[in-house]
């Protein structure tokens, strides 16, 4: 997990980092006719040679659709490249603006405060979260959200926050190093 950290800080201090972010992501329309029951596509209107698609997990929304507190990343096959978009209520949920955490990088401030606590007020998290699924960075060690159902019928249980990074280092253990909110 460490060369996840690793090969994003040599990107970005390298300049090597082929990225586009987005802080909105209006351009992305839904297409229901190419959805399902489980998954929601929307169609990049940005492009008019061929229309990339974006594919999210039923019940996935993009940031224009709910206000989004989160952000997502994707390769897009005609730029080649890597694009990311933190909605802008990851800001706004951080109590930042134009800043990564709102929060002082001190031992006084973080003492005693549990992970999940401070993730709440940094946007600096959701931004690593989203670069260690970057193909262009990571290559085939790009990080994953993982979903694990622990049972046949069970409940699915997501790899986020404390409680499911636990959870799913449980169930799979060697795949647990790949889920993403183990790295950030």
């Known amino acids: ?11 970005l201090r390298d300049g090597t980092l082929y990225l586009t972010i987005h802080c909105g992501d209006e351009f992305y329309v839904f297409d229901k006719d190419f959805s399902t029951k489980d998954t929601r596509v929307y169609r990049d209107t940005r492009s008019t040679e061929s229309q990339p698609y974006m594919i999210l997990p039923e019940p996935g929304r993009l ?29 706004d949920n951080a109590k930042t603006s134009q800043t990564l955490s709102s929060l ?6 973080l003492k005693g405060r549990h992970v999940d606590y401070i993730k709440k007020f940094t946007a600096a998290g959701s931004l690593l979260h989203e670069l260690s699924h970057c193909r262009g960075i990571l290559g085939d060690d790009q990080t994953k959200d993982l979903r694990l159902r622990p049972f046949p019928l069970g409940p ?21 190093h790949r889920n993403v909110d183990s790295i950030t």
């Open 1 to 11: 997990m460490i060369g996840v950290y690793s090969r994003i800080c040599n990107a």
């Open 63 to 91: 940031c224009h659709e709910n206000g989004g507190g989160n952000g997502w990343q994707i390769w897009n096959k005609l730029t080649v490249e890597d694009e990311i978009c933190i909605c802008p209520r990851v800001f």
């Open 104 to 109: 002082d990088n001190t031992v006084d401030t």
């Open 156 to 176: 699915f249980i997501d790899g986020y926050q404390r409680n499911g990074v636990w959870a799913v280092s449980k169930i799979d253990p060697a795949g647990a």
